[in-house]
């Protein structure tokens, strides 16, 4: 029940594209949905998060897009770059102190 | 202010050896996690440490161990390394709830 099921594995957009992964989950006490933006190299870093209370939240190009009653929230790039071009994990956790658990991520490919 | 910092950053050790992990955390953190990432499994969770204490725990064999120091700072242990160990272990701290900061991580190798 801590599972995120993260979708597609890999994807490729052209330079100006939508860029879209998908995730659902299961356990219902998840109330924190963080995507993370890991570099070749680095570690992950935060890109966006969003709380269930909201329906979207958007970032300049990114955009949180969250569907509590299908238990699914999805990332999507709008104007997709080649600096875009990275490996993206979604995330949720039960807020609290409580173990962050990730999806298997998507490795995005921006070509121009 | 400075990022979480990982060292060794790379480390090749043989089958049946030991070895430790440390991550120091931006200062101010006091919670500490572990992770293990491998191609195709993502990242997975090993332990979560804050002011000393294991609060949570991910599903690994007793080989890996962890602890924190009164300073925030955090080592892993594995034990009788197996060629399934390799990967890159990320280490993550984090003021409050929600924000997880990493650093570049240890890539061990075990051959």
């Known amino acids: 029940q801590q599972q995120v099921k993260q979708s597609p594995q890999s994807l490729i957009v052209q330079k100006g594209g939508i860029s879209i992964i998908n995730c659902a989950y299961e356990n219902t006490a998840f109330d924190y949905f963080p995507w993370y933006q890991q570099f070749p190299g680095k570690g992950p870093a935060l890109l966006i998060a969003?709380?269930?209370?909201?329906s979207e939240k958007k970032e300049g190009r990114f955009t949180i897009s969250f569907n509590k009653s299908a238990k699914q929230f999805s990332l999507h790039i709008m104007d997709s770059q080649p600096g875009d071009s990275a490996t993206y994990f979604c995330a949720a956790s039960p807020g609290g102190y409580q173990k962050v658990t990730f999806g298997t991520g998507t490795k995005l490919q921006v070509i121009p | 202010k400075a990022g979480v910092t990982q060292t060794p950053r790379y480390l090749i050790k043989t089958r049946g050896q030991q070895v430790t992990l440390s991550c120091s955390p931006i200062?101010?953190?006091?919670?500490v996690s572990w992770y293990q990432q491998t191609p195709g499994q993502g990242l997975q969770f090993l332990f979560e440490?804050?002011?000393?204490?294991?609060?949570n725990k991910g599903n690994f064999p007793g080989r890996f161990s962890g602890r924190q120091f009164s300073n925030s700072r955090s080592e892993m242990n594995v034990s009788t390394l197996e060629l399934g160990d390799s990967a890159l272990y990320l280490c993550?701290?984090?003021?409050?709830?929600?924000?997880?900061?990493f650093g570049e991580g240890s890539r061990l190798t075990v051959l």
């Open positions: 200062s101010g953190h006091r919670s």
């Open positions: 993550a701290s984090s003021f409050l709830t929600g924000e997880l900061f």
């Open positions: 440490y804050f002011s000393e204490t294991q609060r």
């Open positions: 969003i709380r269930p209370d909201v």
